[in-house]
């Protein structure tokens, strides 16, 4: 099956610092999305992206569609200690029925 | 504001009980659905509900029944609970089915069977 690859499990960044994660994949998706979890939370949507090569921005989040539509890429600013969370990437295929496959995740810690 | 409300919040079962998760949106969307999420599984597609009077298999849904009871509400039953269902359970929403970028999730129940 579709399979997203998200490492590592865990990232420990000190406060300030910028960050990058990757979503990748051996399947090609039309739509990557990157969702965060919040502890005792269920995921909210941080970014959307919808062509490749696409770089969209949230704040300070920016996100990327890969170019070979087959990878996603999350920066994350001058982080802070609310940016603590699991981050997962989520891709859809095209198709009427076509349901999210979402990563592992990712969590994040940030060290004040 | 309430948006995606699940009930209960946590729950202790025995293996072979039975129980119901409930769920239910404010935000009349036509889509619901059921994840479940495990340490380093990520969220996995248990059943989902494209409009009222439909369901349907997700990726996981061996030992679950759902119902679409009404537009608003979606519940998950665990006829025997197994402890191969500990798990953190999430119900969320979308307003038109697989447009998943627009999904609403509520906070979850976390749910252990001994």
């Known amino acids: 099956g579709q399979q997203l690859n998200q490492s590592p499990q865990s990232m420990f960044i000190q406060e300030g610092e910028d960050v990058s994660m990757n979503c990748t994949s051996s399947?090609?998706?039309?739509?990557w999305l990157w969702y965060k979890q919040d502890p005792g939370e269920g995921p909210v949507l941080l970014i959307a992206?919808?062509?490749?090569?696409e770089l969209t921005s949230n704040g300070r989040l920016t996100a990327q569609f890969g170019i070979t539509r087959k990878d996603s890429f999350l920066n994350i600013s001058a982080s802070i200690p609310s940016d603590v969370g699991i981050y997962f990437c989520?891709?859809?295929?095209?198709?009427?029925?076509?349901?999210?496959?979402f990563g592992k995740g990712i969590t994040l810690s940030v060290r004040p | 504001n309430a948006g995606v409300t699940q009930t209960p919040k946590f729950q202790v079962l025995k293996t072979g009980q039975s129980m119901t998760l409930q769920c239910a949106q404010d935000?009349?969307?036509?889509?619901m659905y059921w994840y479940r999420q495990d340490p380093g599984m990520g969220l996995r597609l248990i059943y989902y509900?494209?409009?009222?009077?439909?369901?349907d298999k997700g990726e996981v849904p061996n030992g679950y029944n759902v119902s679409r009871l009404n537009k608003r509400e979606f519940s998950l039953r665990l006829e025997s609970a197994a402890p191969s269902q500990t798990s953190v359970y999430f119900c969320?929403?979308?307003?038109?089915?697989?447009?998943?970028?627009?999904?609403?999730f509520g906070s979850g129940t976390q749910l252990s069977v001994l």
């Open positions: 509900s494209a409009s009222e009077g439909t369901t």
């Open positions: 935000m009349n969307h036509n889509s």
């Open positions: 992206l919808y062509k490749a090569g």
């Open positions: 989520a891709g859809q295929r095209s198709g009427a029925n076509s349901k999210l496959t």
């Open positions: 969320a929403s979308s307003e038109v089915f697989a447009t998943n970028e627009k999904l609403f």
């Open positions: 399947s090609i998706f039309n739509t």
